[in-house]
């Protein structure tokens, strides 16, 4: 059973920063690409950013240069550290891992929110 957990999520002005992190339970953390993805309201979920078990990176155009993704493999934990942030960044967002390239799974989401 793997089980992802967000945190980090709030309320920040434009401007400003905030950085989520994702714990995952199970034994598939290492193995794993790990995402961060975000659904805006009205809008479909889009991908942000993601990191392969051995660090290679890839982001969105809409948030390169502010975000930054990263993962702590002793510690189970990705993370995405976001700057600048704009009110169009405001979403839910979601941890995913994907496993073998075709197992997925999900966390229930953290809520971003920036204020203009």
């Known amino acids: 059973q793997v089980q992802l957990v967000e945190s980090g999520g709030g309320l920040v002005q434009a401007g400003g920063s905030l950085r989520l992190s994702c714990a995952a339970s199970?034994?598939?953390?290492?193995?794993?690409?790990m995402g961060w993805y975000r659904r805006a309201p009205g809008k479909q979920r889009e991908l942000v950013a993601s990191i392969t078990r051995d660090g290679s990176t890839n982001y969105a155009d809409s948030v390169k240069g502010r975000f930054t993704v990263s993962r702590d493999n002793a510690k189970n934990t990705v993370y995405l550290q976001m700057n600048s942030l704009t009110p169009d960044d405001t979403a839910v967002y979601y941890c995913?891992?994907?496993?073998?390239?075709?197992?997925?799974?999900w966390g229930q989401g953290t809520q971003v929110t920036v204020s203009s």
């Open positions: 995913n891992a994907l496993y073998k390239g075709y197992m997925t799974y």
């Open positions: 199970g034994s598939i953390f290492s193995a794993s690409t």
